[in-house]
């Protein structure tokens, strides 16, 4: 039975900052409609009133803001099991009773009470509706109060997740995002397998995060010859990065066929402390790693810098 009563909030947001994440996105309300905050149209399904017996949407975004992060709400539109949202199916979506007694009420207390910093809106595709299910779900109304009346209006970032027409999730251009789902146990613990894996993946973006964090695409995704290799640059311009899956060979030469090396060209290896020789080819940059690559701590993923190449 789902208690949470190992759960502790500072402990998850120091799990998470170790693991290099910006923002966090906890699941307020899934597909069957169980709150993890208390909620007047869901009495008695709620991690208030029933399981936990405490509002685990305000433990964890106090916990997480005080680790300097941003916290973002998961929200599920669509309840399998409401009868107000089975009685609208049954009307085609000619009524909207449950979006009007339950959905907007809940969604405004989400918004008022948490001020999350992101809104993870889903569930709404599948509703059966003749016409546009965004009408439906009133999400032209509920989006304009959002940004125009509430108390995020100027800070929240929502997906696209409101309709069988929809976008999809955030599509904000050249800034892309990685969200990793990190299930917890029903006693409320992070798994000692998925903590490993997170402060793996914390401890590689601190030494490549300048490859990932505030990146933008480069001209090309990935290298013709090694599709292994993935390009990113700074937004500046000033740097690329190719970040390749393949362990170099400690004194090997490596070919990267799509940059094009200019006078002032320099490269490094993240995570070593040197300049790495290259020589300019007709087909790209031959780069000639050292013999001491430290493997101790260069895992994974391995990125070569370049800086002023074209």
């Given at each position: 039975m789902f208690k949470a009563e190992l759960f502790n909030p500072d402990e998850w947001a120091s799990v998470i900052k170790r693991a290099g994440a910006k923002y966090v996105v906890l699941t307020s309300k899934h597909h069957e409609g169980f709150c993890n905050f208390p909620n007047p149209q869901h009495f008695s399904w709620n991690s208030m009133e029933v399981g936990p017996?405490?509002?685990?949407?305000?433990?964890?975004?106090?916990?997480?803001?005080?680790?300097?992060?941003?916290?973002?709400?998961?929200?599920?539109?669509?309840?399998?099991?409401?009868?107000?949202?089975?009685?609208?199916?049954?009307?085609?979506?000619?009524?909207?009773?449950?979006v009007d007694e339950i959905i907007t009420p809940t969604l405004m207390q989400l918004v008022n009470t948490y001020k999350p910093d992101v809104i993870w809106s889903d569930g709404a595709g599948d509703t059966p509706c003749t016409y546009d299910s965004i009408r439906y779900w009133k999400a032209p109304e509920f989006l304009s109060w959002v940004y125009n009346?509430?108390?995020?209006?100027?800070?929240?970032?929502?997906?696209?997740r409101w309709g069988n027409n929809a976008l999809?999730?955030?599509?904000?251009?050249?800034?892309?995002?990685?969200?990793?789902?990190?299930?917890?146990?029903?006693?409320?613990?992070?798994?000692?397998?998925?903590?490993?894996?997170?402060?793996?993946?914390?401890?590689?973006?601190?030494?490549?995060?300048?490859?990932?964090?505030?990146?933008?695409?480069?001209r090309v995704q990935n290298d013709t010859v090694d599709r292994n290799t993935w390009y990113t640059a700074s937004k500046d311009g000033l740097s690329v990065y190719a970040?390749?899956?393949?362990?170099?060979?400690?004194?090997?030469?490596?070919?990267?066929?799509?940059?094009?090396?200019?006078?002032?060209?320099?490269?490094?290896?993240?995570?070593?402390?040197?300049?790495?020789?290259?020589?300019?080819?007709?087909?790209?940059?031959?780069?000639?790693?050292?013999?001491?690559?430290?493997?101790?701590?260069?895992?994974?993923?391995?990125?070569?810098?370049?800086?002023?190449v074209n």
């Open positions: 017996n405490r509002d685990l949407v305000a433990d964890l975004s106090a916990s997480v803001r005080a680790a300097g992060l941003r916290m973002g709400l998961y929200h599920s539109l669509r309840e399998w099991f409401h009868p107000l949202y089975l009685q609208d199916q049954k009307d085609n979506c000619s009524t909207t009773s449950f009346e509430s108390p995020v209006k100027d800070t929240v970032v929502i997906n696209d999809g999730d955030y599509t904000t251009g050249d800034d892309k995002n990685l969200l990793l789902n990190a299930g917890p146990t029903a006693d409320g613990r992070i798994l000692p397998i998925f903590e490993e894996r997170l402060t793996q993946m914390g401890t590689w973006l601190s030494i490549n995060g300048e490859a990932i964090y505030g990146s933008v695409p480069w970040i390749t899956f393949v362990a170099p060979t400690p004194g090997g030469e490596f070919v990267l066929t799509q940059p094009v090396p200019t006078v002032s060209t320099s490269v490094t290896l993240l995570g070593y402390n040197g300049i790495l020789p290259f020589t300019s080819q007709s087909d790209g940059v031959q780069i000639t790693f050292p013999v001491d690559i430290p493997f101790g701590t260069l895992r994974y993923a391995w990125t070569i810098k370049m800086t002023n």
